[in-house]
């Protein structure tokens, strides 16, 4: 008896698992489907409710994440191109693109700095920090799921 009730709560919690990763794959492509007018407006308005932006800020921030939206659609695109003919990237590839990426977010929070005033820049620093957590938090179950050891 203990056996069966053991077998169904694994076989629900497997169900309820899949069903999470459905929906936030279909979540992705939905986002992945907006215009990057549409992405940059949506990104926007989460700040102007968070950080009660005046104008100004805002379409600054406007013009700064359609700016990150572009660039994430072109190298989205690079990748999708490179999955599709195989190309596996070298390690000096690897590199190179992590450093941009780190170059990147620096420029980025340069730019919210020079466009936040000091308390904006102190509350969207934490809600960067609690996003990072939870992309951690994501992949960490994502690899247990793989059979990987949590490293952090």
Do not use: C, P
Not at 76 to 82: D, V
Not at 97 to 124: C, F, G, P, S
């Amino acid at each position: 008896m203990k056996k069966i009730i053991g077998f169904v709560l694994v076989a629900l919690f497997i169900s309820m698992s899949a069903n999470a990763q459905a929906q936030k794959q279909q979540r992705m492509r939905k986002m992945s489907k907006l215009t990057v007018e549409q992405q940059a407006e949506m990104q926007t308005k989460h700040l102007v409710l968070a950080l009660d932006l005046t104008k100004d800020q805002e379409k600054k921030v406007f013009a700064l994440k359609k700016e990150q939206a572009e660039k994430r659609k072109v190298q989205m695109e690079a990748r999708q191109q490179n999955k599709e003919n195989r190309a596996d990237l070298t390690d000096d590839e690897k590199y190179q693109m992590r450093v941009d990426r780190l170059d990147r977010q620096i420029a980025h929070k340069a730019e919210m700095k020079k466009i936040l005033n000091d308390d904006q820049y102190e509350k969207w620093e934490k809600i960067q920090v609690k996003k990072k957590r939870g992309i951690k938090k994501g992949m960490a179950k994502k690899g247990q799921s793989k059979g990987f050891k949590n490293r952090g």
